[in-house]
Nanobody, 123 residues
Framework: QVQLVESGGGLVQAGGSLRLSCTAS????????MGWFRQAPGKEREFVVG???????FYADSVKGRFTISRDNAKITVYLQMNSLRPEDTAVYYC?????????????????WGQGTQVTVSS
């Protein structure tokens, strides 16, 4: 079992920034990928960004140039720096973990999920 604990959500004005963190625990970790998804009310969960075991990053077009994912393997933690936030970024953000070195953008490809953290961007 893997447990994912997220933190860093909140309320911010449009144009502002937030940083999310997600720390994994529970097993020995190697050859895994992690990602962030988000889900707004009435919408499906969508891929935001992922980072592979090698450190390759993949972004949804809607967040390219504004969001940055990074990881600290020693801490088994990924970070999501979100800049230039927009009201349409408002959603619950979920951290996801998969026992594979590569990133996929389908939620069904992930083995474990965090509890979600609310991000609200006011206009």
């Amino acid at each position: 079992q893997v447990q994912l604990v997220e933190s860093g959500g909140g309320l911010v004005q449009a144009g502002g920034s937030l940083r999310l963190s997600c720390t994994a625990s529970g097993r020995t970790f190697r050859n895994y990928a992690m990602g962030w998804f988000r889900q707004a009310p009435g919408k499906e969960r969508e891929f935001v960004v992922g980072i592979s075991w090698s450190g390759a990053t993949f972004y949804a077009d809607s967040v390219k140039g504004r969001f940055t994912i990074s990881r600290d393997n020693a801490k088994i933690t990924v970070y999501l720096q979100m800049n230039s936030l927009r009201p349409e970024d408002t959603a619950v953000y979920y951290c996801a973990f998969r026992y594979s070195a590569s990133v996929v953008n389908n939620p069904s490809g992930y083995d474990y999920w965090g509890q979600g953290t609310q991000v609200t961007v006011s206009s």
